[in-house]
């Protein structure tokens, strides 16, 4: 990590659980809570301008690790994140600029090619044409090295092609230098070239030397802007932003395994205006580390099994609680059970006991009572994605003098079924993991972990709280109601040990291997992610809101304000 200002910054932010992390920043770094406050940069009146630079390629990790000591330099008075996003699903430079000039995403503005093909710029036009429609007398100039960026600045007062980013570079000063342009649009493709040429990341010499590059100019612009003759008389505010990053294969241990791992999607902002107070927007929380060595359990050979099960039997008058991790490997399987308790699993569900077994992509938890030899239940639990640990959970409480089982996945409520006439689950088989005997159905192919018996209903506040951690201890509220607690990650060896006071190992059978996984244990969605920090569709409506434009319902923008408090 360079430079003497970079710290670790301990950021708190509030998800559906709360976590904390990590992160690497430029600049001197300190959160700012949330409030509803008016940025300070507001407190002075007088004449709004906008000075925007759009650099296409610069990944946001890249250009923070990157010698730049010109945009360093402002970052003590904006408000700015090395972890912004473009589209993820956008890769195309010109679905990106349409982004940060029309305020809304390619759903909305449809522009996917550089012919603008089935555009939609009537409903949901640039910015410039809002500023346009609200103050008429608004001059605005563009400075682009892309012809294709030119077809999304109709409506500026001047616009054009330049030949490189350093005639680019020069035309903005030349703009600041003599123009009267309230907003003034510069556009610099050459970091993008030099990626597309080496390689998106600062190992490729040629791409770090046109991101310095780019900060050389950055300076140069500068200059000029604080040179006016008018600068003290104007609020400008300074937008430097990326459209996009770009495709580099990250190390392992760099990989995240969200969105912020999309190099892409991976750029950076920064609004910078001599009014503002610094604020950083960091990477939020991701989800619980969970890594360690466990076994891949395959077809019918590699499973595993307690031969003195008793301790596992589940009457009528049983309540109870299961959990369990699963990492599918595929994303379809046909019935295969992955944990049971039953003489066999097999098509017209003969014998009495349970399962829980995998459907098409989601689970289930089946069982057959002693008082019916026809009656067999389903209780569906939710969908798991493969190669991706899900946390699962059924229980069976008691309400008055009903029981029903409820299912959970991630901690969340799936189904519940009502089971009071269906007898005793009871039997003398071995409690299984993985592979049950059987015909009619098909072979798993998972990896299981945290296996967790609990003589007792958990609470569902409880089995919500501890969904995503990765282990438990006597810490745990009902850990005196624990019947098994197998974490599964023992790394080596025979067994799967039993870390409950029972004792009772599971013995692996057939030919185990013990293989390593570094993975995320219920990482935030991707939308959800990308509410926490920045978005290239962010800025017309930052924009807007500097130039004291009232944003109207009916433009439907996507972007939101960033305030400096």
């Known amino acids: 990590m360079k430079k003497f200002h970079s710290y670790h910054l301990l950021v708190f932010l509030g998800l559906t659980v709360l976590g904390t992390i990590f992160s690497c920043n430029k600049g001197f770094d300190r959160m700012i809570e949330e409030r509803e406050n008016l940025d300070t940069a507001t407190a002075r009146f007088g004449n709004r301008k906008v000075l925007y630079l759009i650099v296409d390629?610069?990944?946001?990790?890249?250009?923070?690790?990157?010698?730049?000591?010109?945009?360093?330099?402002?970052?003590?008075?904006?408000?700015?994140?090395?972890?912004?996003?473009?589209?993820?699903?956008?890769?195309?430079?010109?679905?990106?600029?349409?982004?940060?000039?029309?305020?809304?995403?390619?759903?909305?503005?449809?522009?996917?090619n550089e012919n603008l093909t089935g555009a939609d710029l009537q409903n949901y036009p640039a910015v410039l044409k809002r500023i346009k429609e609200t103050r008429a007398q608004t001059r605005i100039v563009s400075h682009s090295s892309s012809a294709v960026f030119n077809k999304l600045v109709a409506d500026a007062d001047q616009k054009d092609v330049q030949p490189t980013d350093a005639a680019v570079k020069n035309a903005v000063i030349s703009s600041l230098s003599t123009d009267t342009a309230a907003v003034i649009i510069g556009n610099f493709t050459s970091v993008y070239n030099a990626g597309q040429q080496s390689g998106f990341d600062n190992s490729f010499a040629p791409y770090k030397a046109a991101i310095e590059t780019f900060d050389g100019y950055v300076g140069e612009i500068l200059t000029a802007l604080k040179k006016r003759s008018t600068f003290a008389d104007e609020q400008w505010?300074?937008?430097?932003?990326?459209?996009?990053?770009?495709?580099?294969?990250?190390?392992?241990?760099?990989?995240?395994?969200?969105?912020?791992?999309?190099?892409?999607?991976?750029?950076?902002?920064?609004?910078?205006?001599?009014g503002y107070k610094q604020r950083i927007v960091a990477k939020p929380f991701t989800g619980n580390r969970y890594l360690g060595k466990t076994v891949r359990l395959k077809g019918k050979d590699v499973r595993a099994q307690i031969d003195s099960a008793e301790?596992?039997?589940?009457?009528?008058?049983?309540?109870?609680?299961?959990?369990?991790?699963?990492?599918?490997?595929?994303?379809?399987?046909?019935?295969?059970?992955?944990?049971?308790?039953?003489?066999?699993?097999?098509?017209?569900h003969p014998t009495t006991g349970w399962v829980i077994y995998l459907e098409d992509k989601y689970w289930y938890f089946e069982w057959r009572g002693s008082k019916n030899t026809g009656d067999y239940r389903q209780c569906r639990g939710g969908d798991l994605k493969a190669n991706r640990w899900e946390h699962i959970s059924v229980k069976c409480e008691k309400r008055g003098t009903q029981y029903?089982?409820?299912?959970?996945?991630?901690?969340?409520?799936n189904t519940e079924l009502e089971i009071t006439n269906s007898g005793t689950l009871a039997n003398n088989n071995p409690l299984k993991l993985g592979y049950l005997n059987g015909n009619g159905h098909g072979e798993p192919d998972v990896y299981v972990s945290d296996i967790r018996f609990f003589r007792t209903s958990v609470p569902e506040a409880t089995i919500s709280r501890y969904s995503c951690e990765t282990s438990i201890d006597q810490s745990h509220p009902y850990w005196s109601f624990i019947a098994g607690y197998w974490p599964a990650t023992d790394g080596n060896g025979s067994k799967m040990v039993d870390l409950s006071p029972q004792a009772r190992d599971f013995n692996l059978l057939g030919n185990p291997a013990w293989e390593n996984f570094n993975d995320l244990m219920c990482p935030p969605s991707t939308e959800t992610l990308a509410l926490l920090v920045p978005q290239t569709a962010d800025i017309p409506a930052q924009i807007i809101n500097w130039l004291k434009i009232p944003s109207k319902q009916s433009w439907q923008l996507d972007g939101r304000v960033w305030l400096d408090q």
């Open 57 to 112: 390629g610069a990944r946001g990790q890249s250009v923070l690790e990157a010698n730049t000591p010109n945009i360093d330099a402002v970052l003590p008075q904006s408000i700015y994140s090395w972890v912004s996003l473009s589209d993820p699903d956008s890769t195309r430079n010109v679905s990106n600029w349409a982004n940060m000039l029309t305020g809304v995403k390619k759903e909305k503005h449809k522009i996917l």
């Open 237 to 274: 505010l300074v937008v430097i932003a990326s459209s996009g990053g770009g495709k580099y294969q990250l190390p392992a241990n760099q990989d995240d395994q969200t969105v912020f791992s999309n190099t892409a999607a991976n750029t950076f902002v920064i609004y910078h205006s001599p």
């Open 311 to 348: 301790a596992y039997n589940l009457t009528d008058t049983s309540t109870f609680t299961i959990e369990l991790k699963v990492k599918k490997n595929q994303e379809i399987f046909n019935w295969p059970s992955i944990l049971g308790k039953r003489g066999e699993w097999s098509s017209g």
């Open 404 to 413: 029903f089982i409820r299912t959970y996945t991630n901690g969340s409520f």
